[in-house]
């Protein structure tokens, strides 16, 4: 069957694309959470961040740079905005394909409940 995200980095799927550079696609998710939510995902497929080893640094730097971009080219730099990166299914993480959840557009609780 393959992974979902590596379907939505080959276009096989279709998504609404906000952001994409060599190393990341980002996507505004299906299910959002907060008026901005946005997944951003390594083109390369690395199952999550406990899978990241030293060769993936330029990468995850990547990743990291590409969230504040797209949080930015969407308008919620100045407001703020939360990054989360779920690790595991007791974590949440639903696609095991390594992502970053860009949060916005709204007020944000601490701890999320």
Known sequence: MGCLFC???AREIPSDIV???TTVLAFR???PVAP???LVIPKEHVVGIRDATGDHRELLAE????ARDVAEALGIGDDGYRLVINQGDNAGQSVHHLHVHVLGGRGLKWPPG
């Open 19 to 21: 952001f994409e550079n």
């Open 7 to 9: 379907k939505v980095v």
């Open 29 to 31: 998710d299906i299910r």
């Open 36 to 38: 901005t939510h946005v």
């Open 63 to 66: 990743l990291l740079l590409g």
